[in-house]
């Protein structure tokens, strides 16, 4: 362990697509992709995953989110 804090949903750490996803989804490398389901070959023995999660809905699909913040911060004001 490092010491490093790094901020993750899901055990997924984001990282920027090269392309924006609703417009140019075929120009993003399916290696940055992950889905719960299905990690990229680079996470599968990784503890820290950085990838643009997938999460597929349904069409009209109700989606509550819920974020919990369970670290904390070094450089917190409090």
């Known amino acids: 362990m490092t010491g490093v804090l790094v901020p993750q949903l899901n055990n997924f ?3 920027f697509p090269s392309s924006p996803l609703l417009t140019q989804a075929e120009d993003v490398n399916p290696d940055l992709l992950c889905q719960q389901e299905k990690l990229p070959p680079r996470c599968q023995d990784s503890p820290i995953c ?5 999460i597929d809905l349904p069409l009209g699909a109700t989606v509550e989110l819920i974020l919990v913040d369970q670290g904390t911060s070094r450089h917190s004001a409090c």
Do not use: N
């Not at 950085?50 to 997938?54: G, P, R, T």
């Open 50 to 54: 950085e990838c643009v999660h997938i």
């Open 13 to 15: 750490t984001f990282t």
